[in-house]
C-alpha cells in the first residue's frame, strides 16, 4: 500500500470520452492532464478504427507537440496498416504529410498545422497528442477566428 505522501501522485481511471468532439471516435481514450501537478504536459491516447477527419482549421501554438501514430496492437507497433494526412504550413504553403507507416511528428511551437485526416484504417491504429503545456490552446491561422481552448481543458 502505498503512503498518503505519494498516492497522490497516482490517477486510477484516466480515460475519457471524446465522442462529443469527434463522433467517429466511440472508444474511451486516455487522457493524461498535466494540470493536476501544475507540469507541462498532457497527452490524449485514442485508438483510430475507421476513417474520419478530426481537426479541419489550421491553427498554431504556442508550445511543442507530438503527434504519435503506431499500430492498436502493443506486441506489433512495427506494423501500421493505414494512412493519415497531416497538413503542414500555412495556407498557400501548405504541404501534406502522408504517413503510412509508424512514426510520430514534431510540432514546434508556431507552425501552422492541419487538416489532419484518418484516410484509411485497415487496422486500428493508436493516435496519441502530446503536448508541452499545461493548458492547451488552439490559435486559428485565420486572426478573424477565435482561440479555441482544447477539448481535454474543458
Not at 61 to 74: K, R, T
Not at 123 to 130: H, Y
Not at 134 to 141: D, V
Request: negative net charge.
Amino acid at each position: 500500500m502505498i503512503s498518503e505522501k505519494h498516492a497522490k501522485y497516482y490517477r486510477t481511471k484516466p480515460y475519457r470520452d471524446f465522442s462529443s468532439h469527434y463522433p467517429t471516435l466511440t472508444l474511451p481514450a486516455f487522457n493524461i492532464l498535466g494540470r493536476d501537478w501544475n507540469s507541462n504536459f498532457n497527452m490524449d491516447w485514442f485508438c483510430v478504427t475507421e476513417p474520419f477527419l478530426m481537426i479541419t482549421e489550421p491553427h498554431t501554438h504556442e508550445f511543442d507537440q507530438y503527434l504519435v501514430f503506431q499500430n492498436a496492437d502493443a506486441t506489433k507497433v512495427d506494423e501500421f496498416d493505414a494512412e493519415v494526412w497531416l497538413h503542414l504550413g500555412p495556407k498557400g504553403e501548405q504541404e501534406k504529410l502522408v504517413i503510412k507507416e509508424a512514426g510520430y511528428v514534431y510540432i514546434p511551437a508556431g507552425l501552422v498545422h492541419t487538416p489532419l485526416e484518418f484516410v484509411k484504417i485497415n487496422k486500428p491504429i493508436v493516435f496519441m497528442d502530446i503536448t508541452l503545456t499545461a493548458k492547451y490552446l488552439r490559435k486559428p491561422e485565420d486572426p478573424s477566428k477565435p482561440t479555441v481552448t482544447y477539448r481535454s481543458q474543458q
